[in-house]
């Protein structure tokens, strides 16, 4: 299968165990002939399970950015960035869930007599559901995002962005 995918072996096969293997292509090309034959075999072979990796050289810079308050609109960032001379192509602020319980109470059911409703409701009591209810927050961490061309000592020595002090870390 691999030998229709890259020609001359333009590929190395580390065996991790009985069931799975690594294969690094020592070109682009051979990438792209690889992925394409296994995408093309899974389609006979749903058995079959493979994943890939983007290629180092050119895949987008992407750091963290620690500091920047939450709310700090992203658009900003991206220009005060670009003022700097950076090749910045995104930022996104990252955001977390959290469980905020709340509790749910069905309406007992209306019935015409008042007397025989209030006992009927005292008997039958709907249970008190417990739902978890997730609610988002921003955190003070961005996802800053590169073009690979940047220089990457020059982008870890940004020491503020907007007037605020932040930390890049990988």
């Given at each position: 299968?691999?030998?229709?995918?890259s020609?001359?072996a333009q590929?190395?096969?580390k065996?991790?165990n009985?069931?799975?293997?690594?294969?690094?292509?020592?070109?682009?090309?051979?990438?792209?002939?690889?992925?394409?034959?296994?995408?093309?075999?899974?389609?006979?072979?749903?058995?079959?399970?493979?994943?890939?990796h983007?290629?180092?050289?050119?895949?987008?810079?992407?750091v963290?950015?620690?500091?920047?308050?939450?709310?700090?609109?992203?658009?900003?960032?991206?220009?005060d960035?670009?003022?700097?001379?950076?090749?910045?192509?995104?930022?996104?602020?990252?955001?977390?869930?959290?469980?905020?319980?709340?509790?749910e109470?069905?309406?007992?059911?209306?019935?015409?007599?008042?007397e025989?409703?209030?006992?009927d409701?005292e008997?039958?009591?709907?249970?008190?559901k417990?739902?978890?209810?997730?609610?988002?927050?921003?955190?003070?961490?961005?996802?800053?995002?590169?073009?690979?061309?940047?220089d990457?000592?020059?982008?870890?020595?940004?020491k503020?962005?907007?007037?605020?002090?932040?930390?890049?870390?990988?």
């Amino acid at each position: 299968v691999l030998k229709r995918g890259s020609d001359d072996a333009q590929f190395s096969i580390k065996y991790i165990n009985e069931d799975s293997c690594k294969i690094n292509p020592l070109t682009e090309e051979a990438f792209r002939g690889i992925t394409s034959v296994l995408k093309e075999e899974k389609v006979s072979n749903p058995n079959l399970q493979f994943y890939t990796h983007e290629n180092k050289n050119s895949r987008n810079i992407k750091v963290l950015c620690r500091g920047l308050d939450p709310s700090t609109p992203i658009d900003d960032i991206v220009e005060d960035l670009k003022n700097k001379d950076f090749l910045i192509l995104n930022a996104n602020c990252l955001l977390k869930k959290i469980p905020v319980d709340a509790e749910e109470a069905e309406a007992p059911s209306k019935s015409s007599n008042p007397e025989k409703a209030t006992k009927d409701s005292e008997k039958n009591k709907p249970p008190i559901k417990l739902i978890k209810v997730m609610k988002t927050i921003k955190l003070p961490l961005h996802q800053l995002e590169f073009e690979p061309a940047e220089d990457i000592e020059k982008v870890y020595g940004i020491k503020c962005i907007l007037h605020q002090l932040i930390k890049i870390k990988q």
